[in-house]
């Protein structure tokens, strides 16, 4: 068995997670490379998710009875571990979604209904990324067609990197928002925050960071980042489906106005007019995500008892390994960084003229779930003249045997090819 340093004792933490004792197609185990689409859960989690549903499950912050304190205190109480788990000055600058697409979706409406000085119109421009999942790239350009404002972006360089050499053209004193991913979902590339946010506080600029590839690999700190915002969903890092989070600095929630209008989010109506209730309330109308929330609190809890640094310490030995067997890989390309450093645990590539779903198929059936297509991130497959890559990912689960057992079943892939 290869041995590498800084490694976590994925033995123990692997019986933490049902799935990946499955087996497919006649007895194979499942070697789940696919944990930048989702991650699998552990039981704490699916246990604290059967726990609300089977003891507390009610309506959240109306009733006064028994259970329905109960299930307030619960989710409230994920807030306050969310609001930990980033490092936020306060609990009220957490706000709970669906997920990072609505969240990203939220700030894009805010800015596009804000008064001065923060409201996107046809004099100003929004700023974005080629390398964007596509939830980073729509709802600004829905807000650049409603508005006219202009959209803008940074390219990416031939070996997966933001080109940064025009700054200074692309981030201007008309810029409003700059919103970029922190980690690629595609190419795994860790990007300069610094660089780009100390430019975009020098003309006044608004800062959203895209994080959902980040919250659940390293140490997510949002006052380290100082960001204006910061998106990221649970289901990527052990929790549930349907939640998500943005963070936002509590003196620009308080200015700007809610997206979605319904109950809870209001603190007076009349048929003539409303106020709104103070951030985060604001910005959750209706019945909350309260069961997905109890989830992603006990997914934080998961992840906070083992340590971000050691999951990413254990990443950043498993992807160093794969990267190195990977280009062992005859025909092989790595789109994107062809190093371990800067980059997270994401690695896509081509298969010389193997078609990616073709890849993802021939793997399938030895049990290797990879991910196949464009990610949703199809500007970087146009940069890079593909249709397509297959793209492995890992996680804290995630070992040495099975990035051997990828290379293993490339090879099966090329020789069934010809």
């Known amino acids: 068995m290869t041995q590498l340093p800084g490694l976590l004792d994925t033995e123990a933490i692997r019986k933490d997670f049902p799935l990946l004792d499955r087996t497919v197609h006649d007895g194979k185990k499942v070697v789940y490379l696919d944990s930048a689409a989702t991650s699998q859960k552990p039981r704490q989690v699916l246990d604290a998710l059967n726990e609300y549903y089977e003891r507390h499950n009610a309506n959240v912050h109306r009733g006064v009875y028994t259970i329905a304190e109960e299930a307030t205190a619960l989710y409230e109480g994920a807030r306050d571990k969310v609001a930990a788990f980033i490092n936020a000055p306060s609990r009220d600058e957490v706000i709970f979604t669906k997920n990072a697409s609505e969240s990203l979706n939220l700030v894009a409406n805010m800015l596009g209904w804000a008064d001065e000085p923060y409201r996107v119109d046809h004099d100003t421009e929004i700023v974005t990324t080629e390398m964007e999942h596509h939830s980073n790239i729509v709802p600004w350009?829905?807000?650049?067609?409603?508005?006219?404002?202009?959209?803008?972006?940074?390219?990416?360089?031939?070996?997966?990197?933001?080109?940064?050499?025009?700054?200074?053209?692309?981030?201007?004193?008309?810029?409003?928002?700059?919103?970029?991913?922190?980690?690629?979902?595609?190419?795994?590339?860790?990007?300069?925050?610094?660089?780009?946010?100390?430019?975009?506080?020098?003309?006044?600029?608004?800062?959203?960071?895209?994080?959902?590839?980040?919250?659940?690999?390293?140490v997510l700190d949002v006052q380290a980042l100082q960001a204006d915002f910061v998106a990221f969903t649970g289901h990527k890092m052990v929790g549930p489906t349907g939640i998500g989070v943005l963070w936002g600095r509590q003196e620009l929630l308080e200015d700007l106005p809610p997206f979605l209008g319904g109950g809870e989010m209001i603190e007076t109506v009349s048929m003539h007019s409303s106020t709104y209730a103070?951030?985060?309330?604001?910005?959750?109308?209706?019945?909350?995500?309260?069961?997905?929330?109890?989830?992603?609190?006990?997914?934080?809890?998961?992840?906070?008892?083992?340590?971000?640094?050691?999951?990413?310490r254990h990443e950043h030995a498993i992807t160093e390994y794969a990267v190195k067997r990977l280009l062992e890989v005859p025909d092989l390309r790595i789109i994107g960084p062809a190093t371990a450093e800067d980059r997270g645990a994401t690695i896509s590539f081509t298969l010389g003229d193997i078609h990616p779903h073709d890849v993802g198929q021939v793997l399938d059936e030895q049990g290797i779930a990879v991910r196949v297509g464009h990610h949703c991130a199809r500007p970087v497959c146009l940069r890079y003249g593909i249709p397509a890559t297959t793209r492995a990912s890992f996680y804290l689960y995630s070992t040495p045997a099975e990035v051997d057992a990828l290379v293993d079943g490339l090879e099966h892939v090329r020789n069934f090819f010809g």
């Open 141 to 218: 350009q829905l807000l650049s067609q409603r508005t006219g404002a202009k959209l803008k972006w940074f390219g990416i360089t031939d070996d997966g990197r933001l080109d940064l050499s025009n700054i200074e053209e692309i981030i201007t004193e008309k810029t409003k928002i700059v919103s970029f991913t922190l980690v690629s979902n595609i190419m795994g590339t860790i990007n300069p925050v610094e660089k780009i946010i100390r430019r975009a506080q020098q003309v006044g600029a608004l800062v959203c960071i895209d994080a959902s590839q980040a919250a659940p690999h390293m």
């Open 278 to 312: 103070p951030a985060p309330h604001k910005f959750e109308a209706g019945t909350p995500p309260i069961a997905q929330a109890v989830g992603l609190g006990a997914a934080v809890d998961y992840l906070s008892a083992i340590g971000m640094e050691k999951i990413y």
